[in-house]
């Protein structure tokens, strides 16, 4: 059964968190463009790269893979923006709200494994 990911609200909001990491991201050092930068960008979009390519899977179990790989790469980026935020590139309060929102997009992705389970 194929979904449509485009309706599906934790690919819209793993979307806004892609841009908002994305402007934070933009300030890390330039010394870190081919570092820490790189991996957070590359972690911040798979998310909703994954659930988006699951989405068209022809299984349920299909589509649970790549949300598995999708939550994944939401922890990654978790333990990147730390990283990030405890070698100052990251504010505090900026870290909150993007670590806020990933927890948000965490438990969508994984609620949305349980109902494909069902």
């Not at 798979?46 to 790469?73: C, H, Q, V, W, Y």
Request: glycine share 4%; net charge positive.
């Amino acid at each position: 059964m194929k979904h449509n990911f485009r309706e599906l609200k934790v690919c819209q909001e793993a979307l806004v968190l892609a841009k908002e990491v994305y402007l934070v991201s933009a300030r890390f050092p330039a010394s870190e463009k081919f570092g820490l930068t790189s991996q957070v960008n590359r972690a911040v979009v798979s998310i909703p790269s994954n659930i988006a390519e699951g989405s068209g899977r022809s299984t349920n179990k299909d589509f649970s893979n790549f949300l598995s790989m999708a939550l994944g790469s939401a922890y990654e980026l978790e333990t990147q923006l730390i990283i990030a935020n405890e070698l100052g590139f990251v504010q505090r309060e900026s870290l909150t709200s993007l670590i806020e929102k990933l927890i948000r997009i965490q438990k969508m992705i994984s609620n949305l494994q349980s109902r494909l389970k069902d």
